[in-house]
Structure formats: C-alpha cells, structure tokens
C-alpha cells in the first residue's frame, strides 16, 4: 500500500454537497471549525470529482467527530453529506466476465474433487468450468 493510501486510511473523508451552490475549500473548513472545533491546521479540503471535496484530517478523533455529523452541517446553504473515503471509493459493482486458468497447490485430495472445487471457487465468485488432468499430487489447474 503507498504511503499515502495509508495515510488518507482513518483519516479522510469525501464529501458531496447537496444542490449545485458555489462552495469553496475555505467555506468548508470554517463549517467544520464552527460546527466541529476542528482547527484549521488539523485539516486540509481538496476539490475532487466525482465527490466534491476530499477532506484530510491530521486526526483520526476530527475525522470521526464530522463523519458522525455527515447530512447535518451545511456550507452557502448546500448540505454536506460525509462518507470514509477508501480506494474503490468510486467503483461501481459489476460482475467481471473473464475466464481464468488457475493453479492451486497444497489441496488435500478430497478437495481436487470437481464439487469441491466450485464451493471452492463460489466462495471467491469464481464460477468452476473445468479442471485439468493434474501434472503432480501438489498442483491443481482449473478454468474460472
């Protein structure tokens, strides 16, 4: 994980604002000192899309404290809805369509058996289409 992936980790949330107002990173900041106590230099407010402002804290307690107030402040009358910000922060769900060949080692021999192999695979969302005659005890090869 980058350093600063592990940083924002706790300590950053996105917000979107309701309404179409113009809003800066500076009104931002003041709602959360005036409505919080967070002191500006605790915090930093960065304009992002598709969220509107990525907001870092230099403590994980004022992080918490606005997230907790998420729907409730306001800035130039648009409501600020709060949320943990995390990589896939703006990843949709969708189901990947791909077909993969698998090597597994160390399955006991019970578990190379084709059933065990889909409860296997259904539990990482891997759908089971075939498996391979093994090339030795320790090794496993299956399509996905």
């Known amino acids: 994980m980058s350093a600063i992936e592990q940083n924002l980790r706790g300590h950053a949330l996105v917000a979107v604002l309701s309404g179409r107002q113009e ?8 709602e959360l000192r005036r409505s919080c106590g967070v002191l500006h230099d605790n915090v930093c407010v960065e304009v992002t899309r598709p969220s509107d402002f990525l907001i870092s804290f230099a403590r994980e307690e004022d992080c918490t404290a606005v997230l907790d107030l998420s729907g409730c402040l ?13 990589r ?13 060949r698998l090597a597994i080692e160390g399955l006991p021999p019970h578990a190379a058996e084709p059933e065990e192999l889909k409860q296997l695979l259904n539990k990482v969302d891997c759908q089971f289409i075939e498996s391979f005659p093994p090339n030795d005890a320790c090794m496993m090869e299956v399509l996905a």
């Open 74 to 86: 306001a800035a130039a009358g648009a409501r600020i809805t709060f949320r943990r910000w995390h």
């Open 88 to 100: 896939a922060i703006h990843a949709r769900s969708t189901k990947m369509r791909h077909i993969v």
């Open 23 to 30: 809003v800066s990173p500076a009104m931002v900041v003041e």
